[in-house]
């Protein structure tokens, strides 16, 4: 299948975390369907930060898929603020993540800027070429404006 990662409420991810362990992922649906199944199930009384918190969990996960006889690595995440499906990020297109504290405006102008600074590389470039661009671009990122970080997920 892949990685998944989540943040959020502790609990709910390590429920979805054993659940996807134990039945291991089958394909997408699957995961979706375990993450919409503990949320539900996760309906007990909630204090006001225990709310926030389920509103406010979220995974990300790659995963292999096959396209024109062609394995592809995918990129997909799910978040209830974005609706109740999985987001895919388009092929060859960063996935830049920002904190929830970030403006739409900085997370426009940062995003703008590594789009623009940041491009893939050719396999026969030299493998120390992708490190040196990741460390360059995050180093530059500490010094923006309001001290925003992010962590990028390379497609």
């Not at 959020?8 to 995961?31: A, F, I, M, Q, Y």
């Not at 996960?61 to 895919?88: C, E, I, K, Q, W």
């Not at 070429?129 to 923006?144: D, F, K, Q, Y």
Request: aromatic residues 10%; negative net charge.
């Amino acid at each position: 299948m892949g990685l998944i990662t989540g943040a959020g409420s502790v609990e709910l991810l390590d429920v979805v975390k054993r659940r996807l362990k134990e039945e291991g992922p089958r394909d997408t649906n699957h995961v979706l369907n375990i993450i919409r199944e503990e949320r539900r199930l996760y309906q007990k009384p909630l204090s006001s930060l225990e709310q926030h918190l389920i509103e406010n969990t979220g995974w990300i996960f790659s995963y292999l898929t096959v396209n024109r006889d062609n394995y592809v690595l995918r990129l997909a995440m799910y978040h209830p603020r974005f609706g109740d499906d999985l987001g895919l990020f388009a092929d060859n297109d960063p996935a830049i993540i920002f904190p929830q504290e970030a403006t739409e405006e900085d997370a426009k102008l940062i995003g703008d800027f590594l789009k623009e600074s940041v491009k893939p590389f050719e396999q026969e470039e030299n493998k120390l070429h992708g490190p040196l661009i990741l460390n360059a671009c995050a180093s530059a990122c500490v010094s923006l404006p309001r001290h925003l970080y992010f962590w990028r997920i390379f497609s």
